[in-house]
Structure formats: structure tokens, C-alpha cells
């Protein structure tokens, strides 16, 4: 059986006190959990990444970036390195977070690049997708996932696939004035992923890459959402960001999806 992942995105949320005391719970709770069931994943801020990486059993949550440069070093005022992140010794790279993309104006080519370093320097790499609202609207959500997905890997083989994983996030169901995709929207979205990842990698690799749904993820529509069949995993902002809630949480959605 494939593993189901489980993973929240800190945002620009917590100090570094409170990132590793969160991330020592979250392990100690969910310990008991075979992580051949489950990946387990969080993306901190950067400055407390050090800390984590030090203080947290590794073993049992992945550690991620937020966002990372595409170049190693230079005149890249505010960037941080894939080196200074190999330096930490993290597990995962996010690339093209809805707010890197509609708060700070990033592309597709420049997650496409990226991309592409992450990769280079070994990182499993997250990419982000979702049409905004307006491109809801006009019909074009399909359209613009796909392009998200073909710019985005433009230059991936498929042996540095094996290395990817895709969360899909429409904009408009993201953060306190997010409404929730239907768990119907969300599977249908994720097949059309789907099916453009095997049109880039063809289908053997394609269909080990985890999809994940995020969007107001919570404990009302977990269940539903990962026992469809096209959704691999839930990646989750702010019903994740205390431990115990995010322990019962990911135990629910295992046993609507028939593990543990
Ligand atoms: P919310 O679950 O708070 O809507 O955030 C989702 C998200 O952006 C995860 O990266």
C-alpha cells in the first residue's frame, strides 16, 4: 500500500522556541505511527531551521525550506542558497508556494529554475500549484495547473523525478479567507495532475509521485478528502499548527483511509 503523507507549512508563523517545542510533540504523539504508513513533514521558518534540524528526531518528521535561490552563491541580496540549506542537512525543498507566486510576483519559469537546483542538490522538492479564483472563473483552471506542472518541471528527467512531490493548492481555499475546494473539485484536479505527470515522465514514474490537496484543510474535511483516489496526502496550514490537533487529525484521515 502506498504511504499517505502528512505535512504542514509553518508559514511566518512561530519563533524558534516554539517551532522545535511544537516539533518535539508532534513526534512524541505521533511516534507510535509505522512511518512505512505515513511521511510525516514540516516546513519551518528558515531561522528556525537550524534548531529543528539539531533538536528534532528526524527519523520521524521531515524537515523542509520554504523556498529556496536557484543560484549556489552571488549577488542575491535576501536569498537563501541550496548550500546553506545542504549545510542543514534538510530532507525537502518548497518551491512556488501560492504566496511566493501571488504575494511576491514569482513565475513558473523561475520555479522551473528552482526546481531544477533543488533537484541538483539532492532535495526531494515540493512544487505548489493552483489557479487563482479569476481563473476559476473563466474556466481556465485546467489550463493553468498544466502549465504550472510543464514550465515548472520544463528539464526534468524522469530518473530526478523520482525526487518529486506536487501539492495542489488553489489559491481561493487557502488561508483565513480560503473556502474549502469540494473533495469532488479537489479529485478532479488532482487527475488532471495526474494525468500531465504522466504525460512528462510516463506513467511508472509518474504515479509514485505523491499528490497532495492543501486548502483549509481541517478536521471536518480530512477524511473525505484522503480517501479519494487520486489524493495522496494533505498538506495543511492552520488546522496543523498545534501538535495535538495536527496527531488527531492525521489519525482520523488513517483510519477513514483504512490504516493504522
Ligand atoms: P491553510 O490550511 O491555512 O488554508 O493553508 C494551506 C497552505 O497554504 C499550506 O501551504
Not at 63 to 68: D, E, F, I, R, S
Not at 197 to 219: K, M, N, T
Amino acid at each position: 500500500m502506498k504511504k499517505l503523507y502528512f505535512g504542514t507549512n509553518l508559514k511566518m508563523y512561530k519563533n524558534i522556541r516554539d517551532t522545535v517545542d511544537y516539533l518535539q510533540k508532534l513526534v512524541e504523539n505521533t511516534r507510535d505511527i509505522s512511518r512505512e504508513e505515513i511521511e510525516l513533514f514540516v516546513i519551518p521558518s528558515f531561522t528556525s531551521l537550524q534548531s529543528a534540524a539539531e533538536q528534532v528526531d528526524r527519523r520521524y518528521v521531515k524537515l523542509g525550506a520554504q523556498n529556496m535561490c536557484w543560484e549556489e552563491q552571488g549577488q542575491f541580496t535576501g536569498e537563501i542558497s541550496p548550500l546553506m540549506l545542504q549545510e542543514l542537512g534538510l530532507d525537502l525543498v518548497m518551491i512556488g508556494h501560492s504566496e511566493r507566486r501571488h504575494v511576491f510576483g514569482e513565475t513558473d519559469i523561475e520555479e522551473n529554475k528552482k526546481v531544477l537546483c533543488a533537484l541538483e542538490h539532492g532535495f526531494t522538492t515540493l512544487l505548489c500549484v493552483g489557479e487563482t479564483g479569476e481563473e476559476k472563473d473563466y474556466g481556465i483552471s485546467n489550463e493553468v495547473l498544466r502549465t504550472q506542472l510543464i514550465v515548472g518541471f520544463h528539464g526534468i528527467t524522469p530518473e530526478q523525478a523520482k525526487k518529486l512531490w506536487v501539492a495542489y493548492e488553489p489559491v481561493w481555499a487557502i488561508g483565513v479567507n480560503g473556502k474549502p475546494a469540494s473533495v469532488e473539485y479537489a479529485e478532479e484536479k488532482h487527475q488532471v495532475i495526474k494525468a500531465c505527470l504522466r504525460e512528462l515522465f510516463g506513467a511508472e514514474i509518474a504515479d509514485e509521485i505523491p499528490v497532495l490537496y492543501g486548502g483549509s484543510v481541517s478536521p471536518g474535511n480530512a477524511c473525505s478528502l484522503i480517501t479519494q483516489p487520486s489524493i495522496d496526502g494533505l498538506f495543511t496550514g492552520r488546522s496543523a499548527w498545534q501538535a495535538d490537533p495536527f496527531n488527531q487529525l492525521i489519525r482520523d484521515a488513517m483510519a477513514a483511509a483504512g490504516r493504522g
